[in-house]
């Protein structure tokens, strides 16, 4: 007896004709307008504020965009795409720290930078399946999202500004200069 297994996800493999790449870089954050893209997960907009605060006290003159992605597990609404191109000249998506806003936060950042806008995309380390899944779904099996200690959630005031400090960094680098430098780990 043989069976059929049906690939739910087929329509999206069809659709993926153009391979995504990875919108130009600038060589600093001086003078930049850093959007910070919260998806109303708890704690979410907390570390991105601190993320966007360390990033403030390194660079001159950088100007923080907050925004909020209302559902968090479904694409970008074509509004906001169009708010972000026009406002920001990169971005910081975050927090995925369950299944589906992993895989949606990925799909954002895929989305943006198709479009030129850098993106660092935050997600947690108990997610990568549905992260990279995503990512492969998307045409770009090695798109480099940046991975933190599950969960966020739960994060006193002071866990925050830690993980704020640690996650700054590889925010930073995953903005700027080569786009490949920081992988996924």
Request: glycine letters at 8%; one cysteine or more.
């Amino acid at each position: 007896m043989t069976a059929e297994i049906i690939d739910p996800t087929q329509h999206f493999h069809a659709s993926s004709a153009v391979t995504p790449t990875d919108a130009a870089r600038p060589e600093t954050l001086a003078g930049l307008r850093i959007g910070l893209l919260g998806n109303t997960k708890r704690n979410a907009d907390s570390i991105l504020d601190a993320i966007g605060s360390r990033l403030a006290d390194r660079h001159t003159e950088v100007a923080l965009i907050p925004r909020t992605k209302t559902q968090f597990a479904m694409p970008l609404p074509v509004e906001l795409v169009e708010e972000l191109i026009r406002d920001c000249d990169v971005v910081v998506i975050g927090v995925g720290d369950c299944g589906s806003c992993s895989a949606s936060a990925v799909a954002d950042a895929i989305t943006l930078e198709n479009v030129g806008l850098p993106t660092a995309v935050i997600c947690t380390d108990a997610f990568v399946q549905p992260s990279s899944a995503m990512a492969g779904l998307k045409g770009a099996p090695d798109f480099p999202y940046l991975l933190t200690a599950h969960p966020i959630a739960n994060l006193t005031a002071e866990g925050i500004e830690e993980r704020g400090e640690q996650l700054a960094t590889q925010v930073e680098a995953r903005l700027v200069g080569s786009a490949r430098a920081v992988a996924a780990a």
